[in-house]
């Protein structure tokens, strides 16, 4: 009888939650079992808080948005897409709105809302919630029997579904396990990398710049054969090693070989005025600070923080009086407030990435069931598997129709 089959879910994030959901919606008996005192640690800092749960494109446009094996997901999105992953939260009470680019956030601006729904689907199809920390999957001749936790019992199972998340804010609860147990079972685990992560510039300047914001900025990356790789507009901050914030984290994600590639972004602060009307702006600014000194003449111009750094990058001794400054210097600094450029050092590490790219081999998995072709009976869904996405809620999108499919097969 169906009702007798027994499934163990490990990790309640978003992809565990929503198997769990899914597989208890089959009359399956259900162990979600979760670490963390409470679910979905990780999706209450998504989004800034609010959770960005996916994105309102296409089925083609969360493809292209994933540019990690995003092939393998064609059954997962088809089965369980966008669209019904918000009639899903619709359903179940949650209001939900699309901002720009697509953005698919909850009304009320509350990612705890979004774990309160996924709680409700748990209780309305009786999952059984164990707190405990599993340390092994149990399989016998090609096949799962259970899971062993920490303090010593064992929850024997026909299906075991691994959701433990990637390697990234391990304070999450996200600490790798997962990618463990599959390697134990015969999987291949391929390199854990971060992604959507801030980054490390050779300018030492960013240091002087470190916690301002700056929105409204464009910024395009090359690489070193002068090769535009990246654009993107919006909010970048400087950091004590470098940058971080949206746009920056994108970018990351696009520079496929930091390790052999010499990366350099280049910041255009004033994105909507051309090089001309920006001197001319400049000129205005000049003539209403002709008394001044240059470093006291900049402060219409740009943030306060800023005004010493692009002073001494510009080259223009910041004690010559404005009116003596020439053509020639006006247009160096409008060069530089049009194109501010930073080398790229290197990326953050793997605990520091919004997601960790790399995971269990998809070749090894079954794309329309999301089982295991090693061990029969496993299953995985969400950041384990070697897939992610960029911003925009393709993260989430991934982790819920990976934890539809293994919730419907399992
Ligand atoms: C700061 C931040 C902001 C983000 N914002 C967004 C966003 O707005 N939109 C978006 O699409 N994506 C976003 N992401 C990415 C997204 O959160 C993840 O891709 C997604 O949460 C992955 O879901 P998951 O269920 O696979 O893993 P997780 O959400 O990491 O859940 C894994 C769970 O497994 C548990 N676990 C692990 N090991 C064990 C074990 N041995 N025993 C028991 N339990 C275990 C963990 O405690 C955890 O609760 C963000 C990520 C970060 C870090």
């Keep these: 009888m169906e009702s007798e089959r027994r499934v163990v879910v490990i990790g309640g994030g978003a ?112 999952v059984n919630l164990i707190k405990g920390e599993a340390v092994e999957v149990i399989a016998e001749q090609g096949r799962v029997n259970g899971v062993r936790l920490k303090d010593g019992r064992t929850i024997y199972s026909d299906s075991v579904i691994i959701a433990t998340g990637g390697a990234s804010y391990p304070a999450t609860g996200s600490t790798g396990d997962g990618y463990e147990f599959a390697r134990r079972l015969g999987h291949t685990i391929t390199p854990l990398k971060p992604s959507l992560v801030p980054l490390e510039t050779k300018e030492e300047w960013v240091k002087e710049l470190q916690g301002l914001s700056l929105k409204n900025v464009s910024i395009t990356v090359m690489d070193d054969k ?39 972004i280049v910041i255009d602060l004033k994105p909507a005025l051309s090089e001309e009307q920006l001197d001319k702006r400049i000129q205005r600014d000049f003539e209403k600070y002709s008394r001044k000194h240059f470093i006291n003449a900049l402060d219409d111009l740009l943030p306060r923080k800023m005004i010493p750094v692009i002073v001494k990058l510009s080259g223009i001794p910041g004690d010559k009086p404005v009116n003596q400054i020439t053509r020639e210097e006006r247009r160096i600094l409008a060069a530089l407030l049009k194109g501010l450029k930073l080398n790229i050092r290197g990326v953050r590490p793997l605990k520091e990435a919004i997601v960790t790219s790399g995971g269990v081999k998809v070749d090894e998995i079954n794309p329309g069931t999301m089982e295991s072709k090693k061990i029969k009976g496993l299953y995985f869904a969400g950041e384990v598997i070697d897939v992610d996405g960029y911003t925009g809620g393709f993260n989430l999108q991934i982790a819920f129709s990976t934890g539809f499919l293994a919730g419907s097969f399992c």
């Design 226 to 264: 002068n090769k535009k790789v990246y654009q993107d507009f919006g909010e970048m901050l400087f950091t004590h090693y470098g940058v971080s914030g949206p746009i920056i984290l994108s970018a990351s994600s696009h520079m496929r070989d930091i390790k052999n590639t010499s990366y350099r």
């Design 15 to 126: 992809a565990g939650m929503m198997a769990a959901g899914t597989a208890g919606s089959r009359g399956l008996k259900v162990f979600l079992v979760e670490k963390n005192n409470r679910l979905g640690k990780k999706l209450l800092i998504t989004g800034k808080g609010r959770c960005n749960i996916t994105n309102n494109t296409d089925v083609e446009g969360l493809i292209e948005n994933v540019p990690v094996n995003g092939s393998f997901l064609y059954s997962a999105f088809y089965t369980f897409s966008n669209t019904d992953l918000m009639n899903f939260f619709r359903e179940y009470g949650l209001e939900l709105k699309v901002e720009r680019g697509g953005r698919v956030f909850p009304l009320s601006d509350k990612a705890e809302d979004v774990v309160k729904t996924l709680e409700k689907y748990l209780r309305r199809n009786n």
